[in-house]
């Protein structure tokens, strides 16, 4: 049976649509094609092999491939079957395709790119990556290959140990070091404990991530914020608010604002948590990137038992990895377990694994590296240029991490991002991360100047200083 549609490693659902067998198989065939279910070049099963999966007389097939070929959505040729035709690409318009035909959304790209929240994509390590993953399932026992232990791989959990510790001041046990998909879903599982604890609120920055405030509302968790000044979250103010058990921080790098959290308001967050019982949520999301001097050290460090500490490999390496740690206190690590579903089912132990061989051989600290002084090099031609072309704002939050807060004339945010919209360069608004609860501020922009690529940051500045008013 070499003739199968098995043996080309193509494995396509097709069902007759409306009425009329051959028609309603050249409606599937012709769908599939427009929407890139099946792409250019691929090769169908054989007449005699589709017709017997369907249940359906060869001849009718046949008659449908003879048609579709004459349309131009197939080719046949003597010793290659019958293919999808180089030009039926997906997107094509064709009123053939019948009623219920779906239309893709297509997400256009900006040509000059300065959203905040993404690290130069460009720039991901695919070789040192291509041979960790090599040695990693090389070495990776078999049991790596079956549901395993809820808080991931434990080489990775070692590596993450030595690493945090060394580098980022966590007092770091594998034990309690529980791998995650994302800090997303760190939070999510947060919020599930929180609740079961009988927590009824979580507080969090009155400047930050809308996408982490939902996920702890969609929890159960109310989330009143406590406001943001120059050095940081005023967390004195948590005494006052009434109703909390938790409270989220960016303590190395307030997101947006770029502050790092003063020494004072950091003992402030730690006495509350310890007086009150509650738990502080640290979002250490580029801790990695200062450039200035020594990175700030996390602050789980001063209470590990009151502070889940949470970072992640979507600023340092590429959020598409999908990899994210925390260090919990000890007695939350079985709960956390728990609220996973006893297994880790969300992080791919190959992955896993590659990352823990990637940290161990020195490879991640090297990237780090390499990093830092690429990003340190756009900040200073970014405050240079601003400097020059707008030496009235004043530009913040430049002493870390991928992004910088440029301040803007009152009134006119949302003028300078329309414009430069219309002129494509993407950027966002400071107003877009603003707490609902909490006063209007300043007018300004969130510069993600580590989000283009090498060769594509020289343009993007240029676009920036074209669109300020
Ligand atoms: C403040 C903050 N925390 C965390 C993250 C990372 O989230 P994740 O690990 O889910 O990609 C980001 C990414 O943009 C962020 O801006």
């Known amino acids: 049976m070499t003739d199968s549609w098995a043996a080309f490693g193509a494995d396509l659902h097709i069902e007759p649509v409306g009425a009329g067998l051959r028609s309603g198989l050249m409606n599937a065939l012709r769908e599939a094609v427009r929407t890139g279910r099946l792409t250019?070049?691929?090769?169908?099963?054989?007449?005699?092999?589709?017709a017997a999966d369907l249940g359906i007389a060869r001849n009718t097939v046949a008659d449908a491939y003879a048609e579709l070929v004459a349309e131009g959505w197939l080719t046949a040729r003597q010793g290659s079957g019958t293919r999808v035709a180089r030009r039926a690409a997906a997107g094509r318009s064709v009123g053939a395709a019948g009623p219920g035909a779906r239309t893709r959304t297509v997400r256009r790209r900006p040509a000059h790119d300065l959203m905040p929240g993404s690290p130069d994509l460009s720039s991901f390590p695919r070789a040192e990556w291509l041979k960790a993953s090599r040695r990693a399932l090389a070495a990776a026992p078999d049991a790596a290959f079956g549901y395993d232990d809820p808080r991931g791989r434990v080489e990775l959990r070692n590596a993450l140990a030595d690493y945090l510790s060394r580098a980022r001041g966590v007092y770091a046990d594998p034990e309690r070091i529980v791998v995650c998909s994302g800090l997303v879903h760190g939070l999510?599982?947060?919020?599930?404990?929180?609740?079961?604890?009988?927590?009824?609120?979580?507080?969090?920055?009155?400047?930050?991530?809308?996408?982490?405030?939902?996920?702890?509302?969609?929890?159960?968790?109310?989330?009143?914020?406590?406001?943001?000044?120059?050095?940081?979250?005023?967390?004195?103010?948590?005494?006052?608010?009434?109703?909390?058990?938790?409270?989220?921080?960016?303590?190395?790098?307030?997101?947006?604002?770029?502050?790092?959290?003063?020494?004072?308001?950091?003992?402030?967050?730690?006495?509350w948590a310890r007086s009150s019982g509650g738990i502080v949520l640290e979002d250490d999301y580029d801790g990695e990137f200062r450039y200035d001097r020594q990175p700030?050290?996390?602050?789980?460090?001063?209470?590990?038992?009151?502070?889940?500490?949470?970072?992640?490999?979507?600023?340092?390496?590429?959020?598409?990895?999908?990899?994210?740690?925390?260090?919990?206190?000890?007695?939350?690590?079985?709960?956390?377990?728990?609220?996973?579903?006893?297994?880790?089912?969300?992080?791919?132990?190959?992955?896993?694994?590659?990352?823990?061989?990637?940290?161990?051989s020195g490879a991640y600290d090297r990237h780090v590296r390499a990093m830092r002084l690429r990003y340190r090099r756009r900040r200073d031609q970014l405050v240079e240029a601003l400097a020059e072309r707008a030496p009235d704002f004043r530009v913040s939050g430049i002493a870390a991490g991928l992004h910088a807060v440029l301040e803007l004339p009152d009134g006119t945010e949302q003028t300078v991002v329309q414009g430069a919209t219309w002129q494509g360069l993407a950027l966002e608004r400071l107003s877009r991360f603003r707490h609902q609860d909490t006063e209007p501020g300043r007018d300004g922009l969130v510069i993600g100047y580590g989000t283009p690529s090498e060769s594509g940051w020289a343009g993007a500045l240029d676009a920036l200083c074209r669109v300020l008013p």
Request: aromatic share 4%; proline share 7%; charged share 20%.
């Open 296 to 360: 700030v050290g996390a602050l789980q460090g001063l209470d590990p038992e009151r502070v889940v500490y949470l970072g992640t490999a979507s600023k340092s390496l590429a959020p598409g990895l999908r990899l994210a740690w925390m260090v919990l206190p000890e007695v939350l690590v079985e709960e956390v377990c728990d609220a996973k579903g006893g297994f880790d089912r969300m992080s791919g132990a190959l992955d896993q694994l590659t990352l823990a061989e990637f940290i161990a």
């Open 188 to 271: 999510t599982l947060m919020g599930k404990v929180l609740r079961r604890h009988g927590v009824r609120g979580a507080a969090v920055e009155s400047y930050g991530l809308d996408i982490h405030w939902n996920l702890l509302a969609e929890a159960g968790l109310r989330t009143p914020c406590i406001p943001v000044d120059a050095l940081g979250a005023r967390t004195g103010a948590l005494r006052e608010t009434t109703g909390v058990g938790a409270v989220l921080l960016t303590p190395a790098h307030q997101f947006p604002t770029g502050v790092p959290l003063h020494p004072d308001r950091r003992a402030e967050a730690v006495d």
């Open 40 to 50: 250019p070049g691929t090769r169908l099963p054989s007449s005699r092999t589709l």
